[in-house]
Antibody
Framework: EVQLVESGGGLVQPGRSLRLSCAAS????????MHWVRQAPGKGLEWVSG????????GYADSVKGRFTISRDNAKNSLYLQMNSLRAEDTALYYC???????????????WGQGTMVTVSS | SYVLTQPPSVSVAPGKTARITCGGN??????VHWYQQKPGQAPVLVIY???DRPSGIPERFSGSNSGNTATLTISRVEAGDEADYYC?????????FGGGTKLTVL
């Protein structure tokens, strides 16, 4: 079964850091680009960051550029999101999503995890 | 940055056809993807590259894209189609989502 399982969310104070993880199974992880998408409570979807199959191409939304870092470990079938300098507006459910292709661009996200909640509050 | 505009809500009676639009500047030149999200669940891809359906998605779901508007069409709407629907495109090395449309089945 194709599956993505996110972890690492929680309650964190403004200005602190958090690292999210996404464990992939049921498909050849290093054949596909991967993404993080978030959804604030009661709001719509927002793409956060994406990474190509070999980490050669990486992109970030303007709202997180310079604060978040995406990475992957193909040997461990895992995707990560290092989040620094967290703000209240980063509060959201963070989804890991699989791209349809290996490269970076123009494709859809065909598999999604169930998400991990990040709450930034003092 | 590129903006995708969706109506906040669409209502339709069971058995009828629902059309959800996604507006963007010259969106017809881009590939549009559509996702369905039911309450408390993760999004599910229902249409990709304007009009292709992933395996397992009913033929009742179809898509089109031309000019400044892309459209997701759901024929013979069922109660189980009630959900939020989001369009998505890739622009300037970023992925952009529309604001979402809540489909209500009357």
């Amino acid at each position: 079964e194709v599956q993505l399982v996110e972890s690492g969310g929680g309650l964190v104070q403004p200005g602190r850091s958090l690292r999210l993880s996404c464990a992939a199974s049921g498909f050849t992880f290093d054949d596909y680009a991967m993404h993080w998408v978030r959804q604030a409570p009661g709001k719509g979807l927002e793409w956060v960051s994406g990474i190509s199959w070999n980490s050669g191409s990486i992109g970030y939304a303007d709202s997180v550029k310079g604060r978040f870092t995406i990475s992957r470990d193909n040997a461990k079938n895992s995707l990560y999101l290092q989040m620094n300098s967290l703000r209240a507006e980063d509060t959201a459910l963070y989804y890991c999503a699989k791209s349809q292709v290996a490269g970076f661009g123009n494709d859809a996200f065909d598999i999604w995890g169930q998400g991990t909640m990040v709450t930034v509050s003092s | 940055s590129y903006v995708l505009t969706q109506p906040p809500s669409v209502s339709v009676a069971p058995g009828k056809t629902a059309r959800i639009t996604c507006g963007g500047n010259n969106i017809g030149s881009k590939s549009v993807h559509w996702y369905q999200q039911k309450p408390g669940q993760a999004p599910v891809l229902v249409i990709y590259y304007d009009s292709d359906r992933p395996s397992g998605i009913p033929e009742r779901f179809s898509g089109s894209n031309s000019g400044n508007t892309a459209t997701l069409t759901i024929s013979r709407v069922e109660a189980g189609d009630e959900a939020d629907y989001y369009c998505q495109v890739w622009d300037s090395s970023l992925w952009v989502f529309g604001g979402g449309t809540k489909l209500t089945v009357l």
